[in-house]
């Protein structure tokens, strides 16, 4: 899973939530490669929404939350429900 996240404010602001679909690509985008198929949001149909914020008990964390759905070139679709994962600023 990968995302990009380009910030128009250039600030991080705590809850920030973003939304990866066509209409956003490339400025905020979501990918996932299984291999066999690559899921993208540039594909019309796709919706993933995605949200960061920072992580209490590790000041120095930031935590990304994520769910919706991305499309294959070939209309084929994957469901991701529940992502998470943290990114440790050094």
Sequence with gaps: MSFTI???T?????GSTFTANPTNFPNIAATYNTGAQLYSSE???SNVQIAMA?????PN????????????ADASSISIQNGVFQYDFP
């Design 6 to 8: 380009t910030n128009a």
């Design 10 to 14: 250039g600030t991080w602001v705590q």
């Design 43 to 45: 594909n019309t149909g």
């Design 54 to 58: 920072r992580y209490a008990p590790a």
């Design 61 to 72: 964390f930031i935590r990304i939350t994520f769910s919706g759905t991305l499309k294959a």
